[in-house]
């Protein structure tokens, strides 16, 4: 059935603008082959060919994965984790990874201010009486996206974590950059931007955008 839609897909893409329903079937089929760990797969289906897509903004196609604060910890929840192999660690899957990591080097100042009730608090308020990360790390690139990560000590907040991915897919819709936002993929290798060529265009901050978050099924959690 996958192949099916794949192949159908394919086609689709070939033969003239697509709809938005042909789009959100593509992206969502991009979130099972990131599940899945089939990240060729998944760029292929985020690629943008420059074609007309019939409705949708940017905003359409930034997705966020359900699994982006890892497999226990709920997007938009109220749970805690210590996970010191994920806490942290976000992967931008695109097929656009300098573009990404320019979005998140322009995101990562803000980032440092989330706290664990997923509030940004002020250069004024300092960070003492609240959880926040004590650093944050250069975006790095593959050849399948880029990541940022944050140190948190191990620990992730449910409401830190939801407020960090939506910061990060807000500056992803702000540049349209098509891609999902997930949590730590440890089968990719990534290295410094500094080791790689960018030229990162004029960006443009964007506040208060919608998101759309994929609910993961119930099957998935474990």
């Given amino acids: 059935m996958l192949h099916e839609s794949r192949d159908w897909l394919d086609r689709a893409s070939h033969s003239g603008p697509l709809d938005r329903?042909?789009?959100?079937?593509?992206?969502?089929?991009?979130?099972?082959?990131?599940?899945?760990r089939e990240?060729?797969?998944a760029l292929s289906l985020l690629h943008d060919r420059e074609r007309p897509i019939y409705g949708l903004s940017a905003q359409d196609l930034v997705l966020i994965h359900p699994e982006a604060l890892g497999p226990r910890l709920e997007l938009g929840g109220d749970g805690?984790?210590?996970a010191p192999d994920r806490a942290g660690v976000f992967t931008v899957i695109t097929p656009y990874p300098d573009r990404a990591a320019a979005t998140l080097s322009r995101v990562a100042p803000e980032l440092r201010y989330v706290d664990e009730r997923?509030?940004?608090l002020s250069?004024?308020?300092?960070?003492g009486e609240y959880m926040t990360p004590s650093f944050v790390?250069?975006?790095?690139?593959?050849?399948?996206?880029?990541?940022?990560?944050v140190a948190t000590g191990g620990a992730m907040w449910a409401k830190m974590g939801t407020k960090m991915v939506e910061m990060i897919a807000g500056g992803l819709i702000a540049d349209a950059i098509p891609a999902i936002v997930t949590g730590r993929c440890p089968d990719l290798t990534f290295i410094g931007r500094s080791n790689r060529h960018s030229a990162a265009g004029q960006l443009y901050a964007l506040r208060g955008c919608g998101l759309r978050i994929m609910r993961r099924p119930a099957h998935e959690i474990r």
């Fill in 21 to 36: 329903l042909a789009v959100e079937a593509s992206l969502e089929l991009a979130r099972f082959h990131v599940s899945a």
């Fill in 123 to 127: 250069d004024e308020e300092g960070t």
């Fill in 80 to 82: 805690h984790e210590d």
């Fill in 137 to 149: 790390f250069d975006p790095e690139i593959s050849r399948y996206g880029s990541r940022i990560a």
């Fill in 39 to 41: 990240y060729e797969q």
């Fill in 118 to 120: 997923g509030e940004i």
